[in-house]
């Protein structure tokens, strides 16, 4: 970042004595990287102050990237046969984590091949997390092969297209066990590991029907409604504890889930004319996300629903 000298100046009338331009100018030499300077730290008590130099390479706090790191972490991604969950079992393998991906009917082995293919170390996973047992199982599986489980993304989800009055009761019973009660009974799971140890990250796959009603969807609305809610009552809890609880709620995404939507001319127009960035959003649109509240960047973010929508909810 350039910073001119009558910027400087112009500040520096402003300044208290003890920053006036040459420690000013120090200060924005270490904030700008040039570690070969020793910076001046200013510790507040009060209204006194005392100066000390620290250099560099004597911070306690690791440097920015760092913090992004998931260098022996040990991640469960649900639903990550394909689309948006395969992109963040990825990611957070490219940041360094060991990740069991999972897959509802069989072995995902697309995704597993990808991630032996970086040399990344994982295990692959298979179950119904609409059936209680299945989300105990493969909470349980994830510890047994990493020894722990320090990351949890319920990602897995189905949906189901219907006016309201044609919903039936099965659609509305599979989509709430499936995208609602899983997501309670894996964060449980998860909780019980993350909660004694004093730290965790799960991250919760919401949607822009966290927030609107949708069309033809009233249980896949009702149940992501219910994901942003128990976002935020379980970091309630837990943020205390050192377990962060986020969501992320992706935009219209070129996934399964989407087909029907992009492949009807009018609604498929009708939804990019709406979408500032001008385009349909991809898992990797979805990665910087995921890595984020799964690292210890997002260490004071708690309850947070992250949109990634490429705009849609400015307009």
Not at 149 to 173: C, M, Q, Y
Not at 206 to 212: E, Y
Not at 236 to 241: I, L, M, P, Q, T
């Amino acid at each position: 970042m350039l910073v001119s000298s009558q910027v400087l100046a112009n500040r520096s009338a402003i300044l208290p004595t003890h920053l006036q331009p040459s420690q000013t100018s120090q200060t924005l030499r270490a904030c700008a990287g040039f570690g070969s300077v020793p910076t001046k730290s200013i510790r507040y008590d009060g209204d006194r102050k005392s100066d000390g130099v620290t250099a560099p390479h004597e911070r306690n706090s690791p440097l920015i990237l760092d913090q992004f790191s998931l260098k022996g972490k040990a991640a469960l991604v649900t639903g990550s046969s394909r689309g948006l969950g395969a992109g963040i079992a990825i990611a957070l393998a490219e940041a360094g984590a060991r990740v069991a991906v999972h897959g509802s009917t069989q072995i995902p082995q697309a995704t597993e091949q990808t991630l032996h293919s970086m040399g990344a170390d994982c295990i692959a996973l298979t179950g119904n997390i609409g059936e209680a047992e299945v989300c105990a199982r493969l909470v349980e599986e994830t510890v047994t092969r990493f020894g722990t489980i320090d990351i949890l993304v319920n990602n897995a989800g189905t949906i189901r297209r219907a006016p309201a009055l044609e919903h039936s009761e099965e659609f509305w019973k599979t989509l709430i066990d499936v995208n609602l009660t899983s997501v309670f009974r894996m964060m449980q799971h998860a909780g019980r590991h993350m909660l004694p140890r004093g730290s965790g990250k799960i991250i919760n796959i919401a949607s822009l029907l966290t927030f609107q009603g949708g069309i033809t969807v009233p249980s896949y609305a009702a149940a992501k409604g219910g994901v942003g809610q128990l976002t935020k009552a379980f970091a309630n809890e837990w943020a205390s504890k050192g377990v962060n609880v986020n969501a992320i709620a992706p935009g219209y995404m070129d996934t399964d889930n989407t087909e029907a939507l992009r492949n009807d001319p009018v609604r498929s127009r009708q939804i990019l004319e709406r979408i500032p960035a001008g385009r349909w959003g991809t898992p990797a649109d979805l990665a910087g996300a995921a890595v984020f509240l799964a690292s210890g960047a997002s260490d004071y973010v708690d309850g947070h629903i992250l949109v990634v929508d490429g705009g849609w909810l400015n307009r």
